[in-house]
Structure formats: structure tokens, C-alpha cells
């Protein structure tokens, strides 16, 4: 199933682009219908507009509060045919609003081995910890923030002589991978949701024929 992707930015863009290449050589089975930034400034959106994709700025201090912002999201992607929604280096946090359009259809990369570090910065949070091991982490996203449940995490170590700046550098690669490697799964009709019938409850992800911890 080719996936119609909508993905959400707010600077550099190297996950985004590691999806449009992954794409371009058919390494995963996915279109990039829409690219969408809150900052207008977003170097992703250059190398959006460079693979001939849909680019559109939606400024979040242009809306009274999250949910209009979010609104202006959904239509924008509704418009463009999108079925599901990656958030790649997206910095603001969604609401119901927008999860409800997309249910248990957007994907988030984060920085680091969740529940662990969740937020801004993770690779800072690790550093200033002082774990030894740190990761990423593609999740499903629910209205916490970085709690959504859990599709795949690799893992990297920290060295004692690691900066935010030389453990980013490590982790991006990874990011990349993992992050492709979730959509393909996604795209293969691996991944299935199992919701308990409890509202509240966590849903359960269930993946076929795929190891999710990647070393
Ligand atoms: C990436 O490291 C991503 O994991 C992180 O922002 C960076 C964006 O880089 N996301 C978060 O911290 C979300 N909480 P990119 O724009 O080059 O993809």
C-alpha cells in the first residue's frame, strides 16, 4: 500500500529528507504529498520544494491557541490527500484536533529512548543525565507529549567524551533509519492497532515479521 504521507517540520529537515530520498529510490513505498512548517524560515522546506513536493507555511502565532492551528493543519492535509502524518523535527505539540483527523495514523521521531527524556533537546537531557546508552525512538502520537506507543528504538552508546553536539551527530543517522524503516513497516501492512475496548486504555501495537529493536 503506497503510503500518502503529509510530514510536519520546524528547521533543518534531514529526517524529512531521508524520507523523500528513501521514496525518489523507491526504497519505501510512500508519496510526500505536503510539507508543512510553522516556521517560515525552515531549511526543510527548501529541500522539500528541490523534490518537486508541496510545501506550505501554517505560522502557529498567526492562531488565537493550538486547536485553530491545528485545524488550519488538517485542512491543508485533507485537501492534499494525505493518509498519514509523520512528524519530523516538529516542534509544537498536537491535539485532538488533529489526531482525531489522522487516528493512530501519525508517527513521531524523537531523539532518544522513550519513556526517557521526552521533550526539547533529549540529546542534552541524556548528556546532562549522564546515561551510558541513549537511542531514538518512532512512536505513534497521542495528546502527551513523546508518550504515544512505541513502534521501534534503536540504540547508541554514550561516551565519556560525547557533547550534545558530537551525541546528535551519532544519533541522526540512526534517526533516519529508524524512521524509514517504521514507514516501510507501516507501508508492508505490518502494523496493526489493538485498541482495549476501555477508553484510556493504552493501545496495544502489534508488528509482523519485524525485529523493532534495531541495533
Ligand atoms: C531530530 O533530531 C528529531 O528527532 C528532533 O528534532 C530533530 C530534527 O532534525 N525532534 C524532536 O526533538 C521532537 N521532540 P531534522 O529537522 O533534521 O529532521
Redesign the pocket.
Known sequence: MTLELGVL?S??????GAILDATAERRLDARVRLVVSNRADAA?LERARLAGVATAVVDHKAHPDRESFDRALVRLFCAAGVDWLVL??F?RIVTGTLLSAFPDRVVN???ALLPAFP??D?QAQAIAYGVRVTG?TVHLVNEGV?TGPILAQSIEPVLPTDTRDTLAARL?PR?HDLLVRALGWIADGRLTVHRAPASGARPEIELRGVDPLVR
Open positions: 517540520i528547521g533543518r529537515g534531514s529526517n524529512l526543510g519530523a523535527g516542534m521521531i524523537h531523539p521533550g526539547v533529549a531514538c513523546d541522526l534517526e
